[in-house]
């Protein structure tokens, strides 16, 4: 039987970079209450958000993509050409076919690198951390450029009580390459199908060509149902990603979770025990919960206030629809 060769296997990987997009309009509670009967306090009270960005009709799914991959890409220093693949990770690139992430890798310059996007909502960012180090790992790519991306207004009911305040826009990318250390720890991954409808976008495309359609594809969230899963399900979760990383609780310098609602992130840090000295992730008061964009941006928020380093010890963790997670520990480019 003739033996098949294969790639030479990179025993580790890591995140290289972090680059982000942060949409320029900035809009406040007071902007968006009237539309759903809220205020200020409430929203402040209820999910931590301050402030949130809105993307204006300049700035796309891709075109976001491209700036926080472009600083990304500088910051890794290397060039698109390298690129061995490019993941992006996304519920809002208004098409079908074919992916963000071949448009992405267009504007980039490499039109030639395999591209496809992943479909795990706000999960998708630390599902594609999963993907993306083990296709290091495995030497399918050197370098990988995931992006988590969205422009949830484009899909958000503005007069929903349930989702018109906590949705918003950006994106966040990450360089992924190979490492003589171990960057990337085990992913703990996982779904909870049977609360597929606690989060859907509806009506179908199909609905959509009926004359009499039922409307918009808007999401629809059942909060309660969501919060108690995220507030009950996730820490395990995350504990469960530090375990298999050999890491303690004290010995973490960050936690960046998914940015879908500052009570949760509490009940989450309170539950892990997790010790004072932790940098939390509050990025939901100033950016609202956008998604697989969400930890790449609370990532680079940490940054901006001095609060990481490189080399840092982070736990990550997205949590959304499907029901979907995806945790793992990395160290911090
Ligand atoms: O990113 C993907 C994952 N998503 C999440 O993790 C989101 C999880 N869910 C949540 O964050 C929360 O459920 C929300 C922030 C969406 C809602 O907060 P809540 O505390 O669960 O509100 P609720 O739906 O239980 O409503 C509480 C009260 C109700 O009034 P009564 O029945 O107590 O009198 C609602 O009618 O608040 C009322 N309410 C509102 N009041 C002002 C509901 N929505 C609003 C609103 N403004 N927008």
Redesign the pocket.
Known sequence: MANIKDREFARHSRIMSVGVYRPKRVVPNSEI?AA????DE??KE??GIHSRRIAGDDESVISMSVAAAKSALERAGITAEQLGAVICATVTYPFQTPSAATDIALQLGAPKVPAFDISA??AGFCYGVGLASDMVRGASAEYVLLIGVEKLSDFTDPTD???????ADGAGAVIIGPSAEPGIGPTIWGSDATAREA?MMEPSWVDLRDPESLGWPDIK???????R??VYQMAPVALEALAAAGIAPEDLDAFIP????E??IDAMAKAMNLPERVAIARDIRTSG?T?AA?IPLAMDALYQEGRIRSGDVALLIG???G?VYAAQVVQLP
């Open positions: 209450i759903i009967d809220s205020s409430w929203i209820r999910s909502a706000c009580r349930g989702t018109a305040f906590i949705f989060i969230m059942q909060g309660q149902t969501v919060f899963w995220a998914h940015q879908a609602n009570r949760i919960n998604s969400s949590f959304g629809a029901l």
